[in-house]
């Protein structure tokens, strides 16, 4: 796979907060559409810091980011805006939703704000998405009254209705009980199995990784290592391992 065909490409990326030691560290990683990959490393090797770069939420110090072969750093702050209202998904740990407006409103959002006018066609398309993650029912119920689970649920149905290039999800069932996080990280895989979506998930949980394709490792900002269809005793592994020495098969 060629970095201009790849869904996502990060080429000697670092970034640095107001000058301070680099919270990511000349990073490269391609990703090629249809795949579903990990981002893992302890809390505060960088994995928010590579994700928000990728996605075009924060300007890297150094080095280039592609989407979809598009160079972000070509684009003015308006067309990033749109790029990533367009052409990337986002879900979060926590307070994806929009409180004041009910299920199937917060699907519908990105496509009211790329511009799609309300109506029929808009809620059966936001219908369609909770439906693909077990929720039509509660289509018209406000996201107080759903738990974290269904909640992280129509995050995912919300960051899928754009058909987005990228899907980006930081942490996204670190609130979770285990079963839940399974039942989250079973609905994006199949949007990437079903549906040839492109999944980059960070994460610090071995068993959310046994998800993924693919598992990058981060320690202090750097990629130390990367596992190829990963289970949980190798990516314990490799993250012990990236503890104490970076792994053999390092960059
Ligand atoms: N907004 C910020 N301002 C200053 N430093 C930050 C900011 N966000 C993160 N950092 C620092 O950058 C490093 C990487 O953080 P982060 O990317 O959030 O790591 P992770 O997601 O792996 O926990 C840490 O040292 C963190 O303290
Ligand atoms: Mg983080």
Redesign the pocket.
Known sequence: MTENGAALALDGVSHS??G??P??DAVSLVVPRGRFVAVM??????????L?CAAGLERPTAGTVRIGGTDLATLKSAGLTRLRRDRVGFVFQSLNLVSALNVRENVTLPLLLAGAREGRELDGRALAGLAAVGLADRAEDVPENLSGGQRQRVAIARALVNEPEVVFA?EPTAALDPVTAAGVLALLRRAVDERGRTVVL?T?DPVAAAWTDEAVF?ES?RMVGRLDRPDEAGVRAALGASAGQHLAVAR
């Not at 490393?41 to 590579?50: A, E, N, Q, Y």
Request: net charge positive.
């Open positions: 907060y107001g301070g030691a919270a990511l490393g302890r809390s505060g090797s960088g994995k928010s810091t590579l928000r930081d960070v610090h981060l900002g």
